[in-house]
């Protein structure tokens, strides 16, 4: 075992076979703590952000908190019972891209794809930015190293992602538990302080600095809206919950609207009547549990449970990102490396390219929560109407039993959510939100650029056209003086051509192929049969989705039963026509050459197919 192998395994745990998939799952308790987190950390900054822009119209403005909250709790409701109907229509996960493609197209489907992957590297950022800054608040000497922490705290993130579902939920129900019961705890004291005349009752003098308009609440409004992302999290995620699945996803949902809400206008509740006002330094949450709790335990248990509840909240799109981007990458939208399971059962790649995201975001921005709100809430709002009118159609297509009343709430929330989508981009367009209105047409171009790849690559491959042939069955010769094995990963032009090379090299020659879970046995025997019948195809079961080390023991193997002569390994590989085109394909060859001269194989060749 190799050095990077040992510390990989110490630090994520070992393999789990394929076989282990089924059993990583999640009860709803977990559930509600994975998928949920993003939308109900959001309490801990929402309010404040609806605040920052009502402070600037005076203290007489930000009693208009408290209805803003409400408004923003009926779309919440609306968009809640909206997306129970897109779990009931799609059992097996329904997220914004899946609905949007198969109702609406292509073109809408990437759209909500795109959207929803900047909404969740965005809402990493946020969420740890927040978190930070709920820590920051309760110890002011570590504000001058908030990016560091933030870099830290995604790290760890990352780490714990890495290691398996299941590990996940276990490792964030006790911090989302405690920020629920915390929170409710300070609501509870907090009003009853109020009804025994402790609070405090009037508001400093502030400047007016904006007058009140239908614009301003307006911007009020879209800033406040950040609490509801992540709330689709729960239907793109269905197939993480224990079975029956679609069931326990609507169940934890409406747990997930109805926590959200009472927290939600809890929390503007008590700014109200504790005429809270935002400082330099210090979050809304804060502010409220110096007040109700005091400078003890309770205060600070409040601050570090919010921070946990804010680092964890990331971990909705860690949940769901990856997941997304195995759609995109099975459809040949994303580079393929995206579409592979890790060592732990969970999409590796696509949790390191999340990190990796949300990290630049973070130094650019500087950990600054105020600096990134303006970005924020554009790409779910999108998905959210894209994903709702999609389901519209859906109903009207498919009219099944009781669609007519599914139409009409998915027809709500597709109106509903399309006029907030209006007012965010129009309040905060000049703010930021134009880089995100800049960015989804990109990222869809870059999608049609990576498809247009694929497909040309797999016309170029591809067999089709190539007559049957018949080969005479090779005899097997008195003495082995040449053998050879080929690597099969798929049954191509290139792979064609390698054959033709072993049989001018070779006397003796075996085929082999992996699979790690995704082939289809009978169709390539078949295709085999009618091209390469003269040599034998042997299939090996991989069950931790490993190529590498099962092609290393089968030719240690035959290489022991021919100790005298060497043993020639073939490995097929096609050349791209530009070398970043090599970035959209697994690099297979250069591993697998690396590992079979490790192993001291001393005959590798390399058969290239130049596209």
């Known amino acids: ?73 009926v779309l919440l409701g609306i968009v809640v019972l909206s997306y129970r109907q897109t779990i009931r229509a799609y059992p097996q996960g329904g997220g914004s891209y899946i609905v949007a493609r198969e109702n609406l197209g292509l073109y809408p489907g990437l759209v909500a794809g795109g959207s929803l992957m900047i909404d969740y590297i965005l809402t990493v950022t946020v969420s740890i930015s927040a978190g930070t800054a709920a820590l920051t608040s309760a110890i002011p000497s570590l504000q001058s190293h908030t990016v560091l922490l933030c870099l830290v705290f995604i790290f760890l993130l990352m780490l714990a992602n890495l290691r398996g579902v299941k590990e996940s939920g276990n490792i964030f129900m006790i911090p989302t538990y405690s920020f629920i019961a915390s929170v409710f705890l300070l609501i509870l004291v907090g009003l009853f302080k109020f009804t025994t005349g402790q609070a405090v009752t009037a508001y400093p003098a502030l400047s007016v600095k904006e007058g009140l308009s239908l614009f301003f609440i307006l911007r009020a409004f879209s800033a406040g809206c950040t609490a509801l992302t992540g709330v689709e999290a729960i239907s793109d995620g269905v197939l993480a919950f224990k079975p029956p699945e679609w069931q326990n996803a609507r169940l934890t949902l409406l747990y997930l609207g109805g926590l959200l809400g009472l927290m939600f206008v809890g929390i503007t509740c008590l700014a109200n009547i504790y005429h809270i006002v935002p400082e330099e330094g210090q979050t809304v949450v804060s502010l409220l549990g110096r007040q109700i709790f005091g400078g003890g335990p309770l205060y600070f248990f409040l601050q570090m449970v919010t921070l946990l509840i804010l680092l964890l909240a990331a971990n909705t799109s860690y949940a769901d990102f990856p997941r997304l981007c195995y759609f995109l990458a099975r459809d040949g939208f994303l580079p393929r490396q995206l579409a592979l399971l890790g060592d732990r059962l969970v999409y590796s790649n696509g949790i390191i390219l999340l990190s990796l995201c949300a990290a630049i975001l973070v130094i650019i921005f500087k950990g600054q929560v105020s600096a990134v709100i303006p970005l924020y809430a554009v790409g779910v709002f999108t998905s959210f109407t894209l994903s709702q009118a999609g389901m519209v159609r859906h109903w009207f297509q498919g009219q099944t039993s009781g669609w007519h009343s599914s139409a009409v709430m998915n027809g709500l929330g597709a109106i509903a959510t399309a006029v907030v989508l209006g007012v965010i981009v129009f309040t905060k367009f000049l703010l930021g939100a134009w880089l995100v209105v800049v960015a989804i047409p990109i990222l869809v171009s870059l999608f049609l650029a990576i498809n247009r790849h694929y497909q040309y690559v797999a016309e170029r491959l591809s067999i089709q056209g190539l007559a049957p042939r018949s080969y005479i069955p090779r005899p097997k010769p008195e003495k082995v003086t040449h053998p050879a094995v080929v690597i099969v990963g798929q049954l191509n032009r290139g792979t064609v051509e390698a054959l033709e090379y072993a049989r001018t090299v070779a006397d003796e020659i075996v085929a082999i192929h992996v699979d790690i879970g995704s082939t289809d046995r009978e169709k390539l025997q078949a295709k085999w049969r009618n091209l390469e019948s003269d040599i034998p195809l042997e299939i090996i079961e991989s069950p931790y989705r490993s190529v590498i080390t099962p092609i290393v023991e089968f030719v240690r193997q035959f290489e022991q039963r021919y100790p005298e002569v060497f043993t020639t390994i073939i490995i097929p590989a096609f050349v791209t026509r530009n070398w970043w085109d090599g970035i959209l394909h697994n690099q297979t060859t250069f591993f697998l050459k690396n590992a079979l001269r490790a192993k001291r194989s001393r005959v590798i060749t390399t058969v290239r197919y130049y596209l």
Do not use: C, F, W
């Not at 190799?2 to 559930?31: C, D, F, M, W």
């Open 1 to 73: 075992m190799s050095l990077y192998t040992q510390i990989k395994q110490v630090l994520l745990g070992k393999s789990l076979p394929t076989s282990a998939h089924s059993e990583e799952r999640l009860t709803n308790a977990a559930a509600l703590a994975v998928l949920s987190s993003d939308a109900l950390s959001s309490v801990a900054y929402a309010t404040e952000e609806i605040l920052l822009i009502l402070v600037a119209a005076g203290s007489s403005a930000l009693g208009l908190s408290l209805p803003i909250a409400v408004a923003i709790i």
